[in-house]
């Protein structure tokens, strides 16, 4: 049987849990256990803020008491929710859009493409019409591999010949879209040029010609990060908000290996929205981001997934 979504998500916070887990263990909460409790947060990726407001919280609530693993974990989840719950936005596009404009961006290998794929995937299947445009277009690559994902999704992609320009089949998309009444328009971009100035250059020249069609397009522009890449996901946020306005995330590959750890960390650092998060590569491993959940499955408080699993996995009729 396929591992639920939140076993999944669980399984690969699961790095970031181990790093928690040595600390488990009862004893009394002094100085000294506070210290070691600090150390394991943030080398669980959680940043030394949220590590040293966690810390304090417990300085203040706890100090000296004799707390059980169980306790240390229920109480770290919740101040882990506080951090979460403001920034868990689910995407909705904007039903007075036609369409809604969203601009993806990202470093390459991020899971850009992916997301996209996973989007339209979910919003085609929520009744919305959906397009997507193969706007990296240095890489022959990220174009077929979009037009895999339209093919599997039913999703119209429009593309150009390798080393098109982004901006007129942004533009041309666009014009389409409206014409056609769509709902949501999803737009690849490149992750990576030769530096930072020509990076900038393409996303300007792409958002400067899409205004040119609808003033106030793009509607949203989502920076996605991989959480396997731990603290350099925060860098990234850094580079690419000088680059554009980024309006929210996606935090992808929190299945295997993941260091989920740094979304509270992105939560802390930029009260940005994180829309959903990636679970796998398949087409339904994209879910909004539920705080709670993320919490518990990052402190590894296993009884909340029995509920979580039962309620995905066996459906009920009503
Ligand atoms: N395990 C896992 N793999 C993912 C996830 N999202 C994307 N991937 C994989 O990550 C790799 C890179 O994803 P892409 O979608 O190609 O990344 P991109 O940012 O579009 O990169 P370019 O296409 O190079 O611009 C692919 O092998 C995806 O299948 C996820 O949530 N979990």
């Known amino acids: 049987m396929a591992l639920g979504f939140f076993s999944r998500l ?37 940043g030394p803020a949220v590590a040293g407001r966690v810390i304090d919280s ?30 868990a936005i689910p995407f909705e596009p904007d039903p007075a859009l036609k369409p809604h404009v969203v601009l993806m961006v990202g470093v390459n290998g991020t899971g850009k493409t992916t997301t996209i794929g996973k989007m339209a995937r979910y919003f085609s299947e929520q009744g919305k019409k959906v397009l997507m445009v193969a706007g990296d277009t240095f890489r022959a690559a990220a174009v077929e591999q979009l037009q895999v994902w339209g093919e599997r999704t039913g999703t119209p992609v429009i593309a150009g010949k390798p080393g098109a ?19 949501l328009l999803l737009i690849d971009t490149a992750g990576r040029l030769h530096n930072k100035g020509a990076l900038m250059e393409e996303l300007a020249k792409i958002i400067r010609v899409m205004k040119k069609f609808d003033e106030t397009a793009p509607h949203s522009v989502i920076l996605v990060l991989d959480a396997t890449t731990g603290q350099n996901a925060l860098e990234q946020v850094r580079v690419f908000r000088e680059l554009v306005n980024v309006t929210g995330l996606i935090v992808t590959k929190l299945d295997g290996s993941a260091r989920g750890g740094v979304v509270v960390a992105l939560a802390d ?23 709670e959940d993320f919490a518990r499955g990052l402190v590894g408080k296993a009884e909340v997934s029995t509920v979580a699993e039962v309620s995905e996995e066996a459906p009920t009729e009503d």
């Open 10 to 46: 669980k399984q690969g916070l699961s790095r970031s849990t181990q790093k928690l887990g040595a600390v488990f263990t009862k004893r009394k909460l002094d100085e000294a256990a506070l210290e070691d409790l600090e150390e394991h947060l943030i080398a669980a990726d959680l």
């Open 269 to 291: 650092a930029f009260k940005l929205p994180v829309h959903a998060v990636g679970v796998g590569e398949k087409a339904e491993d994209l879910r909004p981001f539920s705080a």
């Open 58 to 87: 417990f300085r203040a609530t706890r100090f000296g008491a004799e707390v059980t693993d169980d306790e240390i974990r229920a109480a770290l989840s919740e101040e882990i929710a506080r951090v979460l719950q403001p920034v």
């Open 165 to 183: 320009d982004a901006a007129g089949l942004a533009f041309e998309a666009l014009r389409r879209g409206r014409a056609e009444g769509a709902d």
